[in-house]
């Protein structure tokens, strides 16, 4: 038979085998064996004479410490970082993020963006940036001694962000001649069209047949595509 606690004391839970001193905590507070205090966030005590606070259950929160209850947890309570999915806020996952507080749907990162981690508000752009060359014709063919059609080196670029370059001094052509590569000019830039072009010769003979390249730099970054150039 169990033994009765003297007065003034009793046991914090079923199957002590000690009395303590009574505990006067109020709901919302409870005994940490020196005194009372707020439960803390995101937990609760709904009675008086707590020795523990209760964790809120899933999908549930508090808005303060020393709460006595907790509520359903609302989309407005998810941060930058996060989403609300219907229950929780959850970090938003990698390569996606979320800049506003209260979002149901994290936002995907743009082409050539990404996040470093889960949980982010914003993107950064990729370190390996690539330049993706394209030309016209892979080969060009053009008329002996002909002034007309122009025998022209047309190509774009594009870089792995989506970015389309436009300046005219991140562009170059080149010439094979033996075995170095031998700049080519002027160059000129249709912006309606997207093109990059050098005019090969005014009157194309045999000796301006031959391997070509197309060349543009973004930051550190460059990319290139080879022509060939067949007069006939």
């Known amino acids: 038979m169990c033994k009765k606690c003297p007065a003034g004391m009793g046991t914090k839970s079923a199957g002590s085998t000690k009395c303590v001193k009574l505990n006067y905590c109020k709901a919302g507070k409870f005994h940490n064996g020196k005194k009372c205090v707020n439960c803390p966030k995101n937990t609760f005590s709904n009675e008086v004479g707590s020795w523990e606070c209760k964790a809120c259950p899933h999908g549930k929160m508090t808005d303060q410490a020393g709460s006595t209850s907790c509520r359903d947890i609302r989309a407005n309570d998810c941060l930058p970082g996060q989403f609300f999915n219907g229950k ?6 990698k390569n996606t993020y ?87 000019g002027p160059i000129f830039y249709n912006g309606k069209l997207d093109w990059f072009s050098v005019r090969v010769a005014d009157r194309p003979d045999s000796s301006d047949a031959g391997i070509f390249k197309c060349v543009a730099r973004y930051g550190e970054s460059s990319g290139y595509t080879r022509l060939r150039v067949v007069v006939a």
């Open 88 to 93: 929780v806020c959850v970090d938003c996952p």
């Open 98 to 184: 979320s800049d506003q507080r209260g979002l149901k749907k994290c936002k995907d990162c743009a082409a050539g963006y990404e996040t470093e981690s889960t949980g982010s508000t914003y993107c950064t752009e990729k370190n390996d940036i690539t330049v993706i060359a394209t030309a016209a014709a892979e080969t060009v063919k053009c008329k002996r001694n002909q002034a007309k059609p122009t025998c022209l080196l047309k190509c774009r670029f594009q870089v792995s962000t989506g970015v389309k370059i436009k300046n005219k001094a991140s562009v170059s052509f080149y010439k094979l001649v033996g075995t170095a590569w031998q700049s080519i």
